[in-house]
């Protein structure tokens, strides 16, 4: 066999893998209760919870991933190697360990003290940000670190023989060019955190109308045989992640982000 042929094998195996899972999913729905799920009052909140705090924790993730991936991948400094594998951390741990480690953090003095004069997370749509902040953001500096690996220092060496400045050269030369690395981290950062589930149900629990995203809204359903509640909300799930992946693949494409 070619290795074309082979190739060609593995990814259709690899298709053929999601799709029978997905299909598997008509065998349950119910179309005379879908806009009823849809439409209640408790799907919104779950709808826009997720939605929210995906992009929050996006956001924050983002805005951490970025300096650390590029002091990581332009700069020699001690520790460097074990806070690069550190970043292995939400890959290495299953979400429910993180969640836990989060717990017992916050039975910790100094966590005691942060939720009595700072911020309570525990049981809180706060918990819900933490805990998907925590499960993404080593994830997202591994994939922009991965795309200012692929930028030469020396375009940044030669703005600065210019007179730039180290922020100046970064700005102007360096994000330009990995934009599209950066973009694409955020976009899988995004989806990560919105089907969170592990760390998101041992910090912040199963309170509906409270703490109930999608991803715990399909667990609540299931916890009391609603199956076919649970299949349209993970069809909702699905929906959401597919329709803003092929949305950003298509702003990619067109670079009408730039």
Same mark, same amino acid.
């Given at each position: 066999?070619?290795?074309?042929?082979?190739?060609?094998?593995?990814?259709?195996?690899?298709?053929?893998?999601?799709?029978?899972? $997905?299909?598997?999913?008509?065998?349950?729905?119910?179309? $005379?209760?879908?806009?009823?799920?849809?439409?209640?009052?408790?799907?919104?909140?779950?709808?826009?919870?997720?939605?929210?705090?995906?992009?929050?924790?996006?956001?924050?993730?983002?805005?951490?991933?970025?300096?650390?991936? *590029?002091?990581?991948?332009?700069?020699?400094?001690?520790?460097?190697?074990?806070?690069?594998?550190?970043? @292995?951390?939400?890959?290495?741990?299953?979400?429910?360990?993180?969640?836990?480690?989060?717990?017992?953090?916050?039975?910790?003095?100094?966590?005691?003290?942060?939720?009595?004069?700072?911020?309570?997370?525990?049981?809180?749509? %706060?918990?819900?940000?933490?805990?998907?902040?925590?499960?993404?953001? +080593?994830?997202?500096?591994?994939?922009?670190?991965?795309?200012?690996? @692929? &930028?030469?220092?020396?375009? @940044?060496?030669?703005?600065?023989?210019? +007179?730039?400045?180290?922020?100046?050269?970064?700005?102007?030369?360096? =994000?330009?060019?990995?934009?599209?690395?950066?973009?694409?981290?955020?976009?899988?950062?995004? #989806?990560?955190?919105? +089907?969170?589930? +592990?760390?998101?149900?041992?910090?912040?629990?199963?309170?509906?109308?409270?703490? @109930?995203?999608?991803? &715990?809204?399909? %667990?609540?359903?299931?916890?009391?045989?609603?199956?076919?509640?649970?299949?349209?909300?993970?069809?909702?799930? =699905?929906?959401?992640?597919? #329709?803003?992946? *092929?949305?950003?693949?298509?702003?990619?494409?067109?670079?009408? *982000?730039?």
């Amino acid at each position: 066999m070619k290795l074309k042929q082979l190739c060609m094998v593995a990814v259709s195996a690899t298709f053929l893998l999601y799709f029978v899972l $997905t299909v598997s999913l008509a065998y349950f729905f119910s179309g $005379t209760r879908f806009w009823e799920v849809l439409l209640s009052e408790r799907m919104v909140f779950s709808i826009q919870l997720s939605i929210l705090a995906a992009t929050v924790s996006m956001g924050l993730a983002m805005l951490l991933a970025v300096p650390t991936a *590029y002091a990581l991948s332009r700069y020699e400094f001690f520790g460097k190697t074990l806070i690069d594998t550190m970043l @292995e951390l939400p890959m290495i741990v299953s979400p429910a360990a993180i969640g836990a480690m989060l717990l017992i953090f916050f039975n910790t003095p100094i966590g005691e003290w942060i939720q009595t004069n700072l911020q309570q997370f525990v049981f809180t749509v %706060y918990g819900i940000v933490l805990a998907q902040f925590i499960t993404v953001v +080593g994830v997202a500096a591994r994939m922009v670190k991965a795309a200012l690996d @692929e &930028i030469p220092p020396r375009y @940044e060496a030669v703005a600065r023989t210019l +007179g730039a400045s180290s922020f100046a050269a970064f700005r102007t030369t360096t =994000l330009p060019l990995c934009r599209r690395g950066i973009f694409a981290a955020a976009i899988l950062t995004w #989806s990560k955190a919105i +089907g969170e589930f +592990g760390a998101t149900i041992t910090v912040a629990g199963t309170m509906a109308m409270r703490t @109930e995203t999608l991803p &715990i809204s399909v %667990y609540m359903r299931l916890a009391i045989s609603d199956i076919e509640g649970a299949v349209i909300s993970i069809c909702i799930l =699905l929906f959401i992640g597919f #329709s803003v992946l *092929y949305a950003a693949r298509l702003i990619v494409k067109r670079g009408t *982000y730039a």
